[in-house]
């Protein structure tokens, strides 16, 4: 079990690559739906809190699974999961794709931020390639 990675940051557009790129440094090998879903996360703060905000991105790794969070400092910006409005919308389908790639997701509240997290399989660093865990898929509802 390696430790947890802890990135603190402000949201800006140019931090989402940063993020991803620390992410595969920490791993060790390709994680792209670690990536995509830390993506994700970072730009619905940058969209819906604004540029600046400061953030913490942490990740835990288990072995049997990987633990994503996203922490920013306002409680009351829920994430909600949504349809696109139309097939050519801009917006709409990030939190659809951080469902269909983690195996449960949800947000917990504090008294002066809130944590939007995910669980995704482990990573396999020696192989590069995501380890078949058994277990039913569960995804949270919001």
């Not at 917006?91 to 469902?99: H, I, M, N, P």
């Amino acid at each position: 079990m390696r430790p947890p990675l802890t990135l603190e940051l402000l949201a800006t557009r140019a931090a989402v690559s940063g993020v991803r790129r620390a992410l595969r440094d920490y791993m060790g090998a390709p994680c792209a739906d670690l990536q995509l879903c830390a993506s994700e996360l970072v730009t619905n703060v940058v969209r819906h809190l604004g540029e600046g905000v400061p953030l913490t991105v942490r990740v835990v790794c288990d072995g049997a699974r990987t633990r994503l969070e996203v922490t920013d400092p306002d409680p009351r910006a829920l994430p909600v999961l949504c349809e696109a409005v139309t097939a050519d919308a801009e917006s709409g389908r990030g939190l659809a794709l951080l469902d269909a790639l983690t195996l449960r997701w949800g947000v917990t509240q504090g008294s002066g931020s809130k944590t939007v997290w995910c669980d995704l399989k482990a990573v396999a660093a020696q192989h590069g390639q995501q380890e078949q865990q058994p277990g039913p898929s569960v995804n949270a509802s919001l």
